[in-house]
T-cell receptor, first 112, second 117 residues
């Protein structure tokens, strides 16, 4: 069965610094997608970035990049130049056959 | 206007009551989903529908039922609410991705906070 693991319940980072949020996954299927979502305190789920299992290059979206290491089954999110508005819960998720499985999330706090 | 809307946004109900949560979307997506979020557990899939005539159980469907009234509408019902169904409920939509890699980005509604007393 597929599984997503986020081992960092909480992370702290100084404003303007970079931070990496960890995510590992487990599946035997060769075709899958990996997503990161942001959930601010207001509660909505915001799509950040996607990586396909066959993609050769790491995905990037503005200040977000996904460090995809297929052999290690990891899909870490890197946020560069952290901003106070980045403080939120972050979820890693894996897509198989159109269904998402989510990790437990990491709370990121950005300090001024 | 929001692409995915959920009503109500907040609901308090009593044990044993039947309630319905509604989801509408203007994104034109065929696929719709219902999730619940409990503190510390992430989101878990309740039901999903890949088109109007397709309904499938997710990870935690017991105690819930759904109705896909149209491409744009997907409702979740709690037939007899119980306190452990207190949670944040999300509706999501996606379109069939092209190519490999399961790129079917799901877009979420704002959520419904449900409290069952």
């Amino acid at each position: 069965a597929q599984k997503i693991t986020q081992t960092q319940p909480g992370m702290f980072v100084q404003e303007k610094e970079a931070v990496t949020l960890d995510c590992t996954y487990d599946t035997s299927d060769p075709s899958y997608g990996l997503f990161w979502y942001k959930q601010p305190s207001s509660g909505e789920m915001i799509f950040l970035i996607y990586q396909g299992s066959y993609d050769q290059q790491n995905a990037t979206e503005g200040r977000y990049s996904l460090n995809f290491q297929k052999a290690r089954k990891s899909a870490n999110l890197v946020i560069s130049a952290s901003q106070l508005g980045d403080s939120a819960m972050y979820f890693c998720a894996m897509s198989l056959y159109g269904k998402l499985t989510f990790g437990q999330g990491t709370i990121l706090t950005v300090h001024p | 206007d929001a692409d995915v809307t959920q009503t109500p946004r907040n609901r308090i109900t009593k044990t044993g009551k039947r309630i319905m949560l509604e989801c509408s979307q203007t994104k034109g997506h065929d696929r719709m989903y219902w999730y619940r979020q409990d503190p510390g557990l992430g989101l878990r899939l309740i039901y999903y529908s890949f088109d109007v005539k397709d309904i499938n159980k997710g990870e935690i469907s017991d105690g819930y039922s759904v109705s896909r009234q149209a491409q744009a509408k997907f409702s979740l019902s709690l037939e007899s609410a119980i306190p452990n169904q207190t949670a944040l409920y999300f509706c999501a939509t996606s379109d069939l991705g092209s190519g490999q890699g399961n790129k079917e980005t799901q877009y979420f509604g704002p959520g419904t906070r449900l409290l069952v007393l």
